[in-house]
């Protein structure tokens, strides 16, 4: 990179959150300098369930991405069939059908978005942020008005900024791979909990070409659990999938008060621990907060700017999700779910739009679990 080079926003990572951060700030100022940073040159795999809630394309058509081009080669899916702990199984379809994009794909094509509306894209991997003079430099080779850490779940950018670890107990692990045996329907999602190492699912996200990204995850207690185990664990609850080559990641998943940033430094996506704790969905939550970072990124203020509207955007569904997720440490509460979304048309759209998008705890939905609760009484036991 060429040094002493001023910049009026530096994006670290150029995932979905670091490359909607791009956009929006250049949608905020056409005249804006924007740089983008990755330690990886594009196309480059990214291990995640590539699953892309229509909330998120919503986003990025409003930033003047062209979708169809974003999800080529790809085909809506419009079922999710949803297994719960002790087997109660609820299948529907979705209001509006979902993505699955391998991250291969949409993390280039945001990019080559990204670059198309102004930014700039270059290779350099991230070591130090000092502030000075106002703003930040980075490495001694820029120097940025402001700088969005959107560098994923070990981001260099939250530790140089002072920001807190993730804390014990939020951070789930999961692997995932490729099959194009696919033994299951296309067009829908597959969700399989399980009582075992609970919380714990495996997935299957069929992406539309003949292949199906499959994965198995679980909250990390103690100990980080081996590979083996993992492997073992996704093979019992798909008996009919076929060997993976399989890679692990690890999510910090959301807490309900997420730390974003300190000064001129403001954290998205996976690096701010944004990540659905009822789902592991972050696409939706890494565009959403990219999107917030890089319209603030320009304005006096951006911390301020930035905290407030996420605050304003995802402040109460991440109280509610925070307390969902600890009040479903007994499995017998995702039975009454699942059993109440079979049942009911309106509480399954409810929990998808808490699980994928912005969506709240409704009372229609509580009114719901409460007379299924009544008509199928369950054992309580955890």
Same mark, same amino acid.
């Given at each position: 990179?060429?040094?002493?080079?001023?910049?009026?926003?530096?994006?670290v990572?150029?995932g979905?959150?670091?490359?909607?951060a791009a956009?929006?700030?250049?949608?905020?100022?056409?005249?804006?300098?924007?740089?983008?940073?990755?330690?990886?040159? @594009?196309?480059?795999?990214?291990?995640?369930?590539?699953?892309?809630?229509?909330?998120?394309?919503?986003?990025?058509a409003?930033?003047?991405?062209?979708?169809?081009?974003?999800?080529?080669?790809?085909?809506?899916?419009?079922?999710?069939?949803?297994?719960?702990?002790?087997?109660?199984?609820?299948?529907?379809? @979705?209001?509006?059908p979902a993505?699955?994009?391998?991250?291969?794909?949409?993390?280039?094509?945001?990019?080559?978005a990204?670059?198309?509306?102004?930014?700039?894209?270059?290779?350099?991997?991230v070591?130090?942020?000092?502030?000075v003079?106002?703003?930040?430099d980075?490495?001694?080779v820029a120097?940025?008005?402001?700088?969005?850490?959107?560098?994923?779940?070990?981001?260099?950018?939250?530790?140089?900024?002072?920001?807190?670890?993730?804390?014990?107990?939020?951070?789930?692990?999961a692997?995932?791979?490729?099959?194009?045996?696919?033994?299951?329907?296309?067009?829908?999602?597959?969700?399989?909990?399980?009582?075992?190492h609970?919380?714990a699912?495996?997935w299957? @996200?069929?992406?539309?070409?003949?292949?199906?990204?499959?994965g198995?995850?679980?909250?990390?207690?103690?100990?980080?659990?081996?590979?083996?185990?993992?492997?073992?664990?996704?093979?019992?609850?798909?008996?009919?999938?076929?060997?993976?080559?399989?890679?692990?990641?690890?999510?910090?998943?959301s807490?309900?008060?997420?730390?974003?940033?300190?000064?001129?430094?403001?954290?998205?996506?996976?690096?701010?621990s944004?990540?659905?704790p009822?789902t592991?969905?972050?696409?939706?939550?890494?565009?959403?907060?990219?999107?917030?970072?890089?319209?603030?990124?320009?304005?006096?203020?951006?911390?301020?700017?930035?905290?407030?509207?996420?605050?304003?955007?995802?402040?109460?569904?991440?109280?509610h999700?925070?307390?969902v997720?600890?009040?479903?440490?007994?499995?017998?509460?995702?039975?009454?779910?699942?059993?109440?979304?079979r049942?009911?048309?309106?509480? @399954?759209?409810?929990?998808?739009?808490?699980?994928?998008?912005?969506?709240?705890?409704?009372?229609a939905?509580?009114?719901?679990?409460?007379?299924?609760?009544?008509?199928?009484?369950?054992?309580?036991?955890?």
């Amino acid at each position: 990179m060429p040094t002493n080079i001023e910049w009026d926003v530096v994006v670290v990572g150029a995932g979905p959150a670091g490359s909607t951060a791009a956009l929006a700030a250049m949608r905020a100022n056409p005249a804006a300098r924007v740089l983008l940073l990755d330690s990886a040159s @594009f196309p480059r795999d990214k291990i995640c369930g590539d699953g892309v809630a229509p909330h998120a394309l919503d986003i990025l058509a409003g930033l003047g991405v062209d979708i169809a081009a974003l999800t080529a080669g790809t085909a809506a899916v419009h079922q999710l069939r949803l297994t719960s702990p002790r087997g109660a199984t609820a299948a529907r379809r @979705f209001i509006r059908p979902a993505s699955v994009v391998p991250r291969a794909l949409l993390d280039a094509r945001l990019v080559q978005a990204a670059c198309a509306a102004g930014a700039h894209l270059r290779q350099h991997r991230v070591r130090t942020l000092t502030p000075v003079n106002g703003g930040v430099d980075i490495d001694g080779v820029a120097y940025a008005r402001t700088v969005i850490g959107a560098d994923g779940a070990e981001s260099v950018i939250r530790r140089q900024c002072g920001a807190n670890r993730a804390r014990a107990g939020t951070v789930a692990i999961a692997l995932r791979g490729y099959t194009n045996a696919q033994p299951w329907p296309a067009g829908e999602q597959r969700l399989v909990m399980t009582t075992a190492h609970w919380p714990a699912y495996a997935w299957v @996200f069929p992406v539309g070409d003949g292949t199906a990204n499959v994965g198995y995850g679980e909250l990390i207690r103690g100990e980080t659990p081996t590979r083996a185990h993992l492997t073992e664990r996704l093979h019992r609850l798909l008996p009919d999938c076929p060997p993976l080559a399989l890679r692990g990641h690890k999510l910090p998943l959301s807490t309900g008060r997420p730390e974003v940033g300190h000064g001129r430094v403001l954290l998205a996506g996976d690096a701010a621990s944004l990540i659905n704790p009822l789902t592991g969905e972050g696409i939706y939550y890494a565009v959403l907060s990219g999107f917030l970072a890089g319209t603030a990124a320009l304005t006096a203020d951006p911390g301020d700017r930035y905290r407030r509207a996420l605050r304003h955007h995802l402040g109460t569904h991440l109280r509610h999700t925070d307390a969902v997720a600890r009040l479903i440490r007994a499995p017998w509460l995702v039975d009454l779910a699942t059993t109440t979304a079979r049942d009911h048309q309106r509480a @399954f759209d409810n929990l998808v739009e808490i699980g994928l998008g912005a969506g709240t705890v409704s009372p229609a939905l509580v009114t719901a679990m409460l007379a299924t609760l009544v008509r199928h009484p369950r054992r309580r036991d955890t």
